[in-house]
């Protein structure tokens, strides 16, 4: 059966990409709200959490729009692959929902157990956000079942769609139910790298963080590059790019604990 369907008659493909086009218009709407809202939150503005997050879900599900490509028509548009997804687009508008909402208030969507409402709400924040991490390596796996055509595209599709789930339970686990914080030690200042805001004065998780989250696109452009240029490497240097994110993650991750920023002054 032929792969391409009109998003019509795609409901995976559409709902994704319809999310997608909605965090950036949380970002279009939130953006002059967050030149204008002098208000801060641990130094930084109270707008800046969901205009990130809005960002990176965007990236997100763009990805997943893209790569669920690579799935057959029965199975990109059957029942279960349906429910899957529209369990994580009512996971993901009730993440930046609720940040979003935080935001306006002033307070932390985060490690935030002031109140029971803020307690459990946080709660439900993990269960969507684990559900969000998994999603991606069930796609992974799906691919995988339907053989591989000896591309690096393929075969970086489906490395990173299986690692990043992993990486991200991994370094996010650590940080929600173990240490409830993103930093080692207590920044004495605001100042952070530009643009991401990680700490350049403590220990970080959020590197490790994010370069295992972004393993399901950098090894798909990895896998695609080769294929345009190099296609007899594609694949070995798609297992080599997997090996030095792991270690990358890892050695971040290690250093976070350590209680040294990534970037010192």
């Known amino acids: 059966m032929n792969q391409t369907l009109t998003l019509e008659h795609d409901e995976t493909t559409r709902a994704w990409l319809g999310l997608a086009c909605f965090m ?3 970002m279009v709407v939130l953006t002059p709200a967050a030149i204008y809202d002098p208000r801060m939150l641990d130094g930084v503005g109270v707008w800046e959490k969901p205009l990130k997050f ?3 879900l965007a990236v997100h599900f763009t990805t997943l729009a893209i790569l669920v490509q690579l799935l057959p028509p029965e199975i990109r548009t059957g029942p279960r692959m349906a429910r ?3 369990f994580s687009v009512a996971a993901a508008v009730f993440e ?35 559900y969000l991490a998994i999603f991606p390596f069930v796609v992974g796996r799906l691919i995988r079942e339907q053989g591989d055509d000896g591309s690096g595209y393929r075969l970086g599709a489906v490395v990173g769609l299986l690692l990043a789930p992993v990486l991200t339970l991994v370094v996010a686990g650590y940080m929600s139910g173990v240490t409830y914080n993103r930093w080692v030690g207590v920044p004495a200042g605001a100042e ?19 370069v295992g989250l972004h393993a399901m ?14 296609p007899a490497l594609a694949r070995p240097v798609v297992w080599i790019v997997a090996v030095v994110v792991v270690l990358a993650t890892a050695a971040l991750f290690v250093q976070a604990l350590a209680g040294l920023p990534v970037w010192a002054h």
């Open 24 to 26: 950036i218009a949380i």
């Open 54 to 56: 809005a960002l990176a």
């Open 84 to 86: 899957m997804v529209r």
């Open 96 to 130: 930046i929902g609720y940040i979003t909402f935080q935001a306006a208030r002033g307070r932390h969507s985060h490690f935030n157990f002031d109140t029971p409402f803020e307690t459990g709400m946080y709660a439900l924040m993990g269960v969507g956000a684990v």
């Open 192 to 210: 952070g790298i530009p643009f991401f805001g990680w700490s350049r004065e403590v220990g970080d998780f959020r590197p490790a963080h994010f």
């Open 217 to 230: 696109q950098i090894l798909p452009l990895v896998g695609l590059a080769g294929d345009r240029f190099a």
